[in-house]
């Protein structure tokens, strides 16, 4: 349609793909201190967030990563109580994360409060019902400084990072999975996003040569997520506890009727346990990563 503007997600051009959504209207543009963000609705996707030319959140598919997310570690680990998030500016986590009765203190670290501020306002089905939950505190730091300086320990931390460019590079980095191998209880667990494998396998590959150096067990698990273009969406695995990522859909059943047996629109105990049976390629990811010694 003449006229009509075309926002590209541009983190694969370098490689030759890129993928354009119909901007029905833009709401919101700017660049703050630290990266580009735009705001557009799309007639499928519903409002879509950008940032740095990377598809961040929808309104039609959030429920995917945000559930897997959050609930696989949760239930996995069993009896978390402190959950930490690095990243996460959308709350789409945090909404997830406060569903879970158990959980007594969830910490949000956001390095930009442009982004947390954005959410509040356009993003309030997410970040309502999280900033009047009183488990719930928001912290502006840098993500690798707060991990490095803490004194708390989390069971479990979810780093719902961009993509390793600008701000959210470090935290692909060995000195941060070591930080946070630091503040992980006994027991703990760390989830991380980790891009998709068929587009971005270094990327994998490297986090888990880090996580095999640092963390008594390591891999990955995946799901299908319409705009993370490319195919499967990794989340990386590191745990202190070799066990927990290998309960029986019936454990992880019994510790979700526990939790409250809350409505989800992706997860389940089933969809829980196969997600780390991994696509043949994607395991050979895994099995080329090596300990990392930087």
Known sequence: MAGKRWIAETLFEPRGFRVSYAADRVLYETRTAHQHLVLFENALFGRMLMLDGATQVTTRDEFIYHEMMSHVPILAHGRAREVLIVGGGDCGIAEEVL?????????????????????????????????????????????????AATERRFDVIIVDSTDPQGPGAVLFTRAFYAACRRCLAPGGVMVTQNGVPFLQPDELV????????????AGCYVAAIPTYVGGHMAMGWAAKDRKLR????????????R????????????????????????????????????
């Open 99 to 147: 569903k879970h009765k158990a959980v007594r203190r969830l910490t949000q670290v956001e390095i930009d409060a442009s982004v947390i501020d954005f959410a509040r306002e356009h993003f309030p089905e997410f970040a309502r019902p999280v900033f009047r939950d009183k488990r719930f505190a928001c912290v502006i730091d840098d993500g690798m400084r707060f991990v």
């Open 206 to 217: 490297a986090s888990l040569g880090h996580f095999k150096a640092l963390f008594a067990d």
């Open 246 to 257: 290998r309960h029986s859909a019936r454990t992880i059943a019994g510790r979700y009727a």
């Open 259 to 294: 939790a409250g047996h809350f409505p989800t629109r992706y997860w389940t105990p089933e969809v829980h346990v196969a997600a780390f049976a991994l696509p043949r390629f994607i395991a050979d990811q895994v099995a080329k990563a090596k300990r990392s010694r930087m």
